[in-house]
């Protein structure tokens, strides 16, 4: 079995979790028109989390997945600042994965590792952004996730329509996603 395991991310991960972050990018969301892809490339990316890292915010949090030692993923989740989403207290802000290490217990995992960080930091409810082409969508209905708004983000002036997501039982979703982790645990 895989040694997965998520930390806290330190300055010294930018350069990995800015290739991860352009990567997935590009790879999850291809549906995208070329000059969206292109804007949010590894040098974006690098820029966007020196700047996190020189001014984390109060309540945000960016979590590293490591495969053994080797940094495979990245998720982060922030208070709630849309005024789309009124009644989320905290956003599930990101989460990218290596394509070869998606699948099996790591997305549950690093949804646990962020609902468990939303609960102990007051952020609950959370809520989530799915673009509407993203098929992982599904999934969040699945772990108890109401769609409750739909819209059309504008991205580098495209119209690239996505759902807001949002659970109102913190609780129930840990219990849940703590039930699909042990179903690949070792017994």
Same mark, same amino acid.
């Given at each position: 079995m895989r040694r997965y395991s998520l930390k806290t991310a330190e300055k010294h991960h930018i350069e990995t979790i800015s290739h991860i972050h352009a990567y997935c990018w590009r790879e999850t969301y291809s549906f995208m028109p070329e000059n969206v892809l292109a804007n949010r490339d590894q040098k974006y990316r690098q820029r966007q989390w020196e700047s996190w890292f020189a001014e984390i915010r109060p309540q945000e949090a960016l979590f590293t997945l490591h495969y053994d030692k080797q940094v495979v993923g990245f998720c982060m989740c922030k208070p709630n600042d849309d005024l789309d989403a009124p009644l989320g207290k905290g956003e599930m802000h990101a989460a990218y994965i290596l394509p070869e !290490?998606?699948?099996?217990?790591?997305?549950?995992?690093?949804?646990?590792?962020?609902a468990l960080y939303m609960k102990e930091n007051d952020l609950s409810p959370p809520i989530l952004w799915a673009f509407?082409?993203?098929?992982?969508?599904f999934w969040y209905a699945q772990l108890g996730w109401e769609r409750f708004i739909y819209r059309t983000r504008s991205i580098n002036g495209n119209a690239i329509p996505? !759902?807001?997501?949002?659970?109102n039982d913190i609780d129930r979703l840990i219990s849940r996603l703590e039930r699909i982790i042990a179903r690949y645990l070792p017994s």
């Open positions: !290490y998606r699948g099996g217990i790591v997305g549950p995992l690093m949804m646990l590792k962020m509407k082409q993203n098929s992982i969508r996505e !759902y807001g997501y949002i659970h």
